[in-house]
């Protein structure tokens, strides 16, 4: 009889200082898609390093994670 495959362990990052959690193996993108709708404005940070948003897919999180997302804001 083969044993069942473990489900995966739930993470919990740290998003604008709030914890959040997730599921292993989001990524940078999807996280940011998670928490806003503006496709554009959006600047994203992981550990204190801001990342390109060309590489938020390729930046998988991982737990204990710091992420802070900063919308810009128009107006005066």
Do not use: F, H, K, Y
């Amino acid at each position: 009889m083969t044993e069942p495959a473990p489900l995966p362990v739930p993470m919990t990052v740290s998003v604008n200082g709030e914890a959040v959690t997730i599921a292993p193996g989001t990524t940078l993108d999807a996280l940011v898609a998670s928490l806003t709708s503006a496709p554009s404005g959006v600047a994203a940070a992981l550990n204190e390093t801001v990342v390109p948003r060309g590489q938020w897919p390729a930046a998988t999180l991982a737990d204990g994670d710091r992420v802070e997302v900063l919308t810009a804001v128009q107006g005066g």
